[in-house]
T-cell receptor, first 112, second 112 residues
Framework: GQQLNQSPQSMFIQEGEDVSMNCTSS?????WLWYKQDPGEGPVLLIA?????ELTSNGRLTAQFGITRKDSFLNISASIPSDVGIYFC????????????FGDGTTLTVKP | NAGVTQTPKFQVLKTGQSMTLQCAQD?????MSWYRQDPGMGLRLIHY???????DQGEVPNGYNVSRSTTEDFPLRLLSAAPSQTSVYFC???????????FGSGTRLTVV
């Protein structure tokens, strides 16, 4: 089936640093989604991307839909302790919009 | 706003037992899905539905059944529990093709 490769698997950073993570696929997706999961909770949608090349921001978060439609990137600027959690990318194809395929997640630890 | 409600939050089953995980949403979302999350892994799609009366299999459907008799409810049935089904189960719903998911807070299932 479709697979998303998300990297890095984990990150340990100092408060105030910028963070970059990405997601790649061998298949084309029409929608890319980024979620954050706090411990003991379900994932929460951060950013949705719908067009190749699209760049979208949500506060300190910025995500991009890759030109090839096979990748997406998430950047977090000036990290703070509450950014700790697991970040997931997800891809969706219009031909089967009921299905989203998720990456394995990037675990972010922020040291004060 | 209740959003997506999952019950129970925790469950321990013996091998061979059956049970139903409940999921209800009050947002009039057409799309609903069940995912399982295992340690260090992303979310894997079990079953999904694009509307009442319509269900389809995801990546890992074996051992699970679903039905969608109403827009609000999407129960997941474990037919004969196995230790390999020990996991955290998330139900999610969405308005449709152009929208991300709203997730429930999960059901933590242990099969002994």
């Amino acid at each position: 089936g479709q697979q998303l490769n998300q990297s890095p698997q984990s990150m340990f950073i100092q408060e105030g640093e910028d963070v970059s993570m990405n997601c790649t696929s061998s298949s084309i997706f029409n929608t890319w989604l980024w979620y954050k999961q706090d411990p003991g909770e379900g994932p929460v949608l951060l950013i949705a991307l719908y067009k190749a090349g699209e760049l979208t921001s949500n506060g300190r978060l910025t995500a991009q839909f890759g030109i090839t439609r096979k990748d997406s990137f998430l950047n977090i600027s000036a990290s703070i302790p509450s950014d700790v959690g697991i970040y997931f990318c997800a891809g969706r194809r219009d031909t089967n919009a009921g299905k989203s395929t998720f990456g394995d997640g990037t675990t972010l630890t922020v040291k004060p | 706003n209740a959003g997506v409600t999952q019950t129970p939050k925790f469950q321990v089953l013996k091998t061979g037992q059956s049970m139903t995980l409940q999921c209800a949403q009050d947002m009039n979302h057409e799309y609903m899905s069940w995912y399982r999350q295992d340690p260090g892994m992303g979310l894997r799609l079990i079953h999904y539905s694009v509307g009442a009366g319509i269900t389809d299999q995801g990546e890992v459907p074996n051992g699970y059944n679903v039905s969608r008799s109403t827009t609000e409810d999407f129960p997941l049935r474990l037919l004969s529990a196995a230790p390999s089904q020990t996991s955290v189960y998330f139900c999610a719903s969405s308005h449709g093709q152009g929208y991300g998911y709203t997730f429930g807070s999960g059901t933590r299932l242990t099969v002994v």
